[in-house]
Nanobody
Framework: VQLQASGGGLVQAGDSLTLSCTVS????????MGWFRQAPGKEREFVAA????????YYADSVKGQFTASGGTAMRKVYLQMNSLKAEDTAVYYC????????????????WGQGTLVTVSS
């Protein structure tokens, strides 16, 4: 499976942005698609994930109510809608695939896209 994240850019605090992750190749319907981010000088952290079937989204506490994961097999894409962006949301965002639904550990995600940069100016 190949993953390609896109949609990043420079936005102002309070703006919204939607990231996309295009999935190509073979992927099992039982897979989970996740979003992670890595801010400058910080470790990569879990943001959100959703079943490839398009349901069962779960989130990091830091983005719950602010970000929404959607998409799945019908579109061969997953999305991360980010609202009310803050400077601390600035990071490279990655999409990734896992066979372990419910996991927030990057080690459980075995395929990764190349990342897309989101910069939020305050």
């Amino acid at each position: 499976v190949q993953l390609q994240a896109s949609g990043g850019g420079l936005v102002q605090a309070g703006d919204s942005l939607t990231l996309s992750c295009t999935v190509s190749g073979r992927i099992f319907s039982s897979s989970t698609m996740g979003w992670f981010r890595q801010a400058p000088g910080k470790e990569r952290e879990f943001v959100a994930a959703i079943r490839w079937t398009g349901n069962g989204a779960y989130y990091a506490d830091s983005v719950k109510g602010q970000f929404t994961a959607s998409g799945g097999t019908a579109m061969r894409k997953v999305y991360l809608q980010m609202n009310s962006l803050k400077a601390e949301d600035t990071a490279v965002y990655y999409c990734a695939k896992s066979s372990r639904y419910g996991s927030k550990a990057s080690a459980d995600f075995d395929s990764w896209g190349q990342g897309t940069l989101v910069t939020v100016s305050s």
